[in-house]
């Protein structure tokens, strides 16, 4: 009567198959990894559009906001509530998160009736920068959201509108 293989054979038969299929799945799936985003690459022609795409966002958040100011609010006061208007617009539209902090406005220029400021709030451990300009003549503020530029070489501009 023939027993078959010893225990040392099955054990090394079965290390031995283990190993070779370990050796295979490696093989294949380096013959199928593309190490790209999805798997598809990405061309010249795409990024230009997504950069293009990130500007048009980032100008189109930027754009001048007029509102009418109180009679009798300084333009640091008068931005400083426009500022905050926005942000509570912002939180409403779930684009900000509450609560609402203090919102601190200073002088960034201007002659005149016209007055350039520089304010900043900060919302749930986030800053949000706004430049914007008191016109003392009509009471008018205008008011733009100042964005860090989408790609690190590529500024976009507030608005002249919001500056003097």
Known sequence: MSRGLSLRARWALSIGVTVVLLVALVIYVSAHNTDVPQGQLISLRAEAEAAREAVALVEQ????????????????????????????????????????????????????????????????????????????????????????????ARSVPVSRRCRT
């Open 61 to 152: 958040e930027q754009a001048p906001h007029r509102s009418a100011a109180r009679a009798g609010l300084a333009p640091a006061a008068a931005l400083s509530t426009a500022v905050a208007a926005t942000m509570r617009g912002l939180i409403d539209q779930n684009q900000a998160d509450p609560p609402l902090g203090r919102v601190s406005c200073a002088p960034d220029g201007g002659t005149g009736a016209q007055r350039a400021l520089r304010c900043r709030v900060l919302s749930a451990n986030a800053y949000y920068d706004f430049q914007g300009v008191f016109d003392g003549a009509t009471r008018a503020v205008t008011l733009c959201r100042v964005e860090p530029p989408p790609y690190p």
